[in-house]
């Protein structure tokens, strides 16, 4: 199993540690919301309705079904924790950092 395909993990709760040197995705979505949370290196995150620069000790949530793409042109390290579709009402429906 891939861990970059969210959708395909049976796991409720999913959290991804990942480690690149450059990042460069291309643009995707996936059903599952996510926490961004960046510990070392600069993550950019873009989306159809803005973009982010994610630093070391803060995060980004990011929808489920949103069309985002991250880069990084240093090294960077980050989590990516994956919740299963079902969010209640109360989630953010927005990117929030």
Do not use: Y
Not at 13 to 41: E, M, N
């Amino acid at each position: 199993m891939d861990a970059s395909d969210l959708d395909g993990i049976a796991l409720p709760l999913f959290v991804d540690a990942i480690h690149a040197d450059t990042l460069d995705t291309p643009w995707r979505a996936h059903r599952r919301t996510q926490l961004i949370h960046v510990s070392d290196g600069v993550l950019r995150v873009r989306t159809e309705t803005g973009r982010w620069v994610v630093l070391p000790a803060h995060a980004l949530w990011l929808p489920g079904g949103m069309l985002h793409r991250l880069s990084a042109t240093h090294p960077v390290r980050f989590l990516s924790i994956a919740k299963a579709p079902r969010c209640p009402r109360r989630c953010p429906r927005n990117p929030v950092r």
